[in-house]
């Protein structure tokens, strides 16, 4: 008979022969920053997670610091949207000040800048618009402008998260231009249109205000489209892809992980993280337990960074263990 047992008879057996681990400095954590003073504003769908603004930013850092949690995935929610979203690329809009405190404050914290225009935009499009069609290629230069400017405020990696096609190859080029070649981007490459992300668009105050992201994010249905969107990152000059959402799309990130030897990250989105703490906080399922066992779902399928609103709660279960 084939012992299987054998290996899994005491927790140090089972330790030595563990496949997969997970470390803290795997983990990103989102944080959204909003304008105005003395603001620390729960996100309702997203139990444990606030809107901050720059003056209380600190409290989040601190706790990051504390858990050894040291990288951080920036959105900034602008008091002012226009139609070509132009606090997105403004030297005093919100992201740049955020960044700006946290790269002084927290000299230590890797500050990755997400690039995109529906947190900026009064229509919520993560493009310029024309009556109902997303513009492809005017959103670009947007979009360089947007990076370059996230980059002189002190961004260590940009992170385009928009969908337009060729964008990567335009930040790449904007940054070299502006003497960002040491810059990293970290493409959303399979970013799909997914129903996983309304509890950020809550959070960031980015849902469209008409129609949906179908015409650039991707369908649900498509693996070797993703696989197609990455090697053209790459190509443009992508140095990390990312697959989003996470759990539900494990496969993609897999299929990835195989054909690509570049890191591969996932974004364990909003929606992901609401239903977990809903049920958590319904008392249905052990929040550690779940949590810790997405997280090394996301590792098992190949990932080598994980972006999440639970990183500092593993991060603290890590040090508890
Ligand atoms: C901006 C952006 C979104 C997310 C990350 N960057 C929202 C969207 O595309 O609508 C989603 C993250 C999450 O759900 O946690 N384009
Ligand atoms: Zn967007």
Redesign the pocket.
């Known amino acids: 008979m084939k012992r299987m047992r054998r290996l899994r008879s005491s927790n140090a057996i089972r330790k030595l022969v563990q496949e997969t681990h997970l470390n803290v400095e795997q983990l990103v954590y989102p944080v959204f920053v909003i304008e105005g003073d003395n603001i620390k504003n729960p996100v309702d769908s997203m139990p444990g997670i606030y809107q901050y603004s720059i003056d209380r930013l600190g409290e989040e850092c601190d706790r990051m610091m504390e858990r050894g949690v040291h990288n951080l995935l920036i959105f900034g929610i602008p008091a002012h949207k226009d139609e070509a979203g132009s606090q997105a690329y403004d030297e005093n809009g919100i992201t740049q000040r955020a960044i700006r405190y946290l790269k002084k404050t927290y000299p230590e914290i890797f500050v990755i800048a997400?690039v995109?225009l529906?947190e900026y935009t009064s229509h919520g499009h993560?493009g310029l618009v024309q009556g109902e069609r997303i513009l492809n290629d005017e959103t670009l230069p947007l979009l360089v402008k947007m990076s370059v400017s996230l980059a002189e405020a002190g961004a260590d990696m940009i992170a385009p998260?928009?969908m337009m096609d060729g964008r990567v190859k335009a930040i790449r080029k904007g940054l070299d231009t502006a003497g960002f070649v040491h810059i990293p981007i970290l493409a959303y490459s399979a970013k799909y249109a997914s129903g996983?992300?309304s509890p950020?668009?809550d959070a960031a105050h980015?849902a469209p205000g008409f129609g949906d992201?179908r015409s650039y994010q991707m369908d649900p249905h498509n693996v070797k489209e993703a696989l197609r969107e990455m090697a053209a990152d790459i190509e443009e000059g992508a140095d990390i892809l990312m697959v989003k959402p996470g759990l539900a799309y494990l496969d993609v990130l897999r299929a990835a992980s195989e054909r690509f030897d570049y890191p591969m990250a996932v974004?364990n989105?909003?929606?992901e993280y609401s239903m977990v703490k809903a049920a958590a906080g319904n008392g249905w399922i052990d929040e550690r337990r779940i949590v810790m066992e997405n997280m090394l779902a996301m590792r098992r399928a190949g990932a080598d960074i994980i972006i999440t609103y639970h990183a500092l709660d593993v991060a603290g279960w890590m040090k508890d263990e």
């Open positions: 997400d995109c529906c993560c998260s928009d996983y992300y950020f668009r980015s992201r974004y989105v909003s929606g």
